[in-house]
């Protein structure tokens, strides 16, 4: 599988148009494949009364002002909409974007301890999801609602119809047109780091996606690649079959040190990079991201 770059656009503290000048910049530039927002109502840092744009609203807003870029959000969160929104939203995201979406899921909010996946101090959405009236839950329940989730939006991307009974969602008669571009729906790209999330992943999931460093090493990403091997074997399916993908913040002075790490996460078996930057958007920003960190990233990483 060769090696894919792409790029993600934190809309906090940014604007609008600063986004969508960096997408349309990215869209001509056939170097990056695919361009992500993220799905988070407040600021994560700095000042938490800061602009941040709700994900999949500006996600329909930038498809409609693309035309070749891969995209979505890593990750949306599950417990911000229910599942059969989710997968109407979706739908519509995909017929807009001319069927460009990849549909990224996450757990969402769930009670974690101090530094879960690689993020130092205590969870940061503890306020956010506070705010917004959206109650933590258990890991065991939010894993659980997860696959309720996948198997909703697999229904309706490929059902006329259909009634569902689940553990926490009833459906009567859903119906969902028009359906995706693709027949089977948009690839599925879960977002997970414990072994319960990579469980599923392995039996569910086109894609796997895990954020990189400077969060986790590449020896740590390494070591969680083999697990999910582990439940891909143990469910019957070629590990090979899911793709490994992996976000990489960038520092405004950081072009070799992304080049090296590209090169290692390569090396280790993740084919597509995710690279954020606040120099992105600056004048110069996406032509030093190609030039300076993309382009040879292709090169060192075999791409």
Request: hydrophobic share 45%.
């Amino acid at each position: 599988m060769e090696l894919k770059i792409g790029i993600k656009t934190t809309p906090m503290h940014v604007s609008y148009d600063d986004i969508l000048r960096v997408w349309q910049q990215a869209d001509e530039m056939e170097e990056i494949a695919d361009a992500w927002l993220w799905d988070h109502m407040m600021p994560l840092v700095g000042d938490r009364g800061g602009p941040a744009l709700e994900g999949w609203t500006t996600l329909a807003a930038l498809a409609a002002r693309t035309t070749r870029l891969g995209l979505g959000l890593l990750v949306t969160s599950n417990r911000f909409r229910s599942p059969a929104v989710l997968g109407k939203m979706a739908s519509t995201v995909d017929v807009i974007s001319g069927g460009r979406l990849i549909m990224g899921l996450g757990v969402g909010g769930t009670v974690q301890p101090a530094g879960a996946g690689g993020v130092p101090g205590e969870n940061p959405g503890l306020m956010e999801y506070a705010a917004y009236g959206i109650p933590l839950i258990s890991p065991r329940e939010g894993i659980a609602r997860l696959v309720e989730t996948v198997t909703i939006l697999r229904k309706m991307w490929t059902e006329d119809v259909f009634d569902y009974e689940g553990p926490f969602t009833t459906l009567v008669g859903n119906r969902n047109a028009p359906k995706p571009v693709r027949p089977a729906g948009p690839p599925l790209l879960i977002g997970a780091w414990g072994d319960r999330t990579l469980r599923v992943v392995a039996e569910h999931a086109d894609i796997w996606n895990i954020p990189g460093p400077p969060h986790n090493s590449v020896e740590s990403l390494a070591e969680r690649s083999r697990v999910l091997d582990q439940h891909c074997a143990a469910a019957g399916r070629d590990p090979a079959e899911v793709e490994r993908s992996v976000q990489l913040i960038v520092a405004e002075d950081g072009a070799a040190e992304a080049r090296e790490t590209i090169a290692a996460l390569a090396a280790v078996g993740f084919r597509h990079v995710v690279v954020g930057s606040w120099r992105m958007y600056q004048a110069d920003g996406m032509k030093w991201l190609v030039e300076e960190v993309i382009r040879p990233g292709y090169e060192v990483g075999g791409g």
